[in-house]
């Protein structure tokens, strides 16, 4: 079996993109973007000139680019250009994809989870459950999931994330029972996960992040490890309800960006069962029950 040389590739990528920026150019009308219409018009959609001026990129830059002729497009370029066609952000995502570079914007958004997810994690209950990217931000959970670990919606976005919580929440650090191990195992994963990510602004602003944060941290990045995802029983002591194991089950949605999961927290006994339906029925205290 042979691969494509690099070379070939890139023309591949540059010819890709090109043809995706004529036909985002052109179905967006001049009135959608503010511009008029004019008497002559023949070119559907917009002109090359007119995306290149909504973008403030020069007139033979955007056209090299529909030519498939630029060797490199910066992110700035095309963050300019996405705006300027209105893309949704799928359309960005598949345009940054194209072009082999890094979106400037991914981390500082909030993701879009989509209906049918909210719903499979809604539908889990008495199970906690909770929506995730590849980076174990958590982007929405159920409420067995907020009862046993905490509500992330009572956190800031930039610390609903599990290998955050797990490396400085004192609550994670009290129920967890298998804390030290679940750590270090999170961040081989993280390792795992970021490989094929180095050059993505959002995982190295958080490891950055984690890495001011805590020393302990800083330890166990520095040993290297890697792992895999896998199956596992982990211990959690709930104030109210007591032990409960539970197995640890991920249902990815989507294997490119934006790489949502579905992660599920299945009882591992009978009577950790018993001790979930439990907890469902007890009523709401503060967040630190």
């Known amino acids: ?26 179905r967006i009308t ?3 973007v503010g511009l008029p219409r004019g008497p002559r018009r023949r070119t559907p959609g917009l002109r090359r000139e007119e995306v290149a001026q909504l973008s403030a990129v020069g007139v ?44 400037p914007r991914t981390g500082a958004e909030c993701p879009l989870a989509a209906t049918t997810a909210l719903k499979v994690v809604e539908r889990l209950a008495p199970y906690p459950a909770s929506l995730q990217n590849a980076r174990y931000d958590v982007l929405a959970a ?14 800031p976005p930039a610390d609903r994330n599990c ?21 270090r195992d999170l961040i081989a994963k993280y390792r795992a996960g970021m490989a094929g990510q180095v050059a993505e602004p959002a995982w190295s602003r958080q490891l950055n992040r984690l890495l001011r944060a805590s020393a302990e941290f800083r330890e166990l990045w520095e040993r290297h490890e ?18 409960i194991r539970l197995e640890h089950r991920t249902m990815w949605l989507a294997p490119a960006v934006p790489a949502h999961r579905v992660v599920a927290y299945l009882p591992a006994d009978e009577e950790s069962e018993e001790r979930l339906e439990r907890l469902a029925e007890l009523p709401d205290e503060g967040p630190d029950e």
């Not at 890709?16 to 004529?22: C, I």
């Not at 497009?73 to 359309?91: C, I, N, Y």
């Not at 797990?166 to 750590?183: H, P």
């Not at 890697?226 to 309800?241: C, D, E, I, L, T």
């Open 163 to 183: 290998l955050w919580l797990l490396t400085t929440s004192e609550r994670w650090k009290r129920d967890f029972l298998d804390r030290d191990e679940m750590l």
């Open 142 to 155: 159920n409420r067995p999931f907020a009862r046993l670990f905490g509500d992330p919606a009572e956190l």
């Open 60 to 103: 033979t830059w955007y056209t090299w680019i529909e030519q498939g002729r630029a060797a490199q497009v910066s992110a700035q370029v095309l963050d300019a250009v996405a705006r300027a066609l209105l893309m949704d952000p799928t359309e960005r995502a598949h345009l940054f994809a194209l072009a082999g570079t890094a979106d």
């Open 30 to 32: 001049p009135e959608q």
């Open 1 to 26: 079996m042979t691969t494509a040389a690099p070379e070939q590739t890139q023309h591949v990528r540059r010819r890709e993109l090109a043809a995706f920026l004529r036909s985002r150019r052109e």
């Open 226 to 243: 890697v792992a895999p995802m896998s199956p596992h029983v982990k211990r959690y002591r709930h104030p109210r309800v007591g032990l």
